[in-house]
Nanobody, 115 residues
Framework: QVQFVESGGGLVQPGGSLRLSCAAS????????MTWYRQAPGKERELVAD????????NYLYAVEGRFTISRDNAKRTVYLQMNSLKPEDTAMYYC????????WGQGTQVTVSS
């Protein structure tokens, strides 16, 4: 079955960096656009970034443009999110998925940006 396992989150000070990873299984990874979402407490889940199946095109939420970079390694069936210049408003649970979206969602990885 389709499975996503996110990792790499943590507590970081404003201005810091984190690199998230998501290992996917249960489908032909290289055939799908991959996505990163986040959900902050009391807010709806929002799309942060996506990357086409070959990695040739990426798109970003305006709020993270220029600070976050999505990438993928099809051989490792893994998608990454490099997050730089983190801000307190980036605090959220981060999830990956594919497009078209598939359930169930993974457990996510918590990112907390605080001094």
């Amino acid at each position: 079955q389709v499975q996503f396992v996110e990792s790499g989150g943590g507590l970081v000070q404003p201005g810091g960096s984190l690199r998230l990873s998501c290992a996917a299984s249960g489908f032909t990874f290289g055939a799908y656009t991959m996505t990163w979402y986040r959900q902050a407490p009391g807010k709806e889940r929002e799309l942060v970034a996506d990357i086409t199946n070959a990695g040739s095109r990426t798109n970003y939420l305006y709020a993270v443009e220029g600070r976050f970079t999505i990438s993928r390694d099809n051989a490792k069936r893994t998608v990454y999110l490099q997050m730089n210049s983190l801000k307190p408003e980036d605090t959220a649970m981060y999830y990956c998925n594919r497009r078209p979206m598939s359930g169930p969602w993974g457990q996510g990885t918590q990112v907390t940006v605080s001094s």
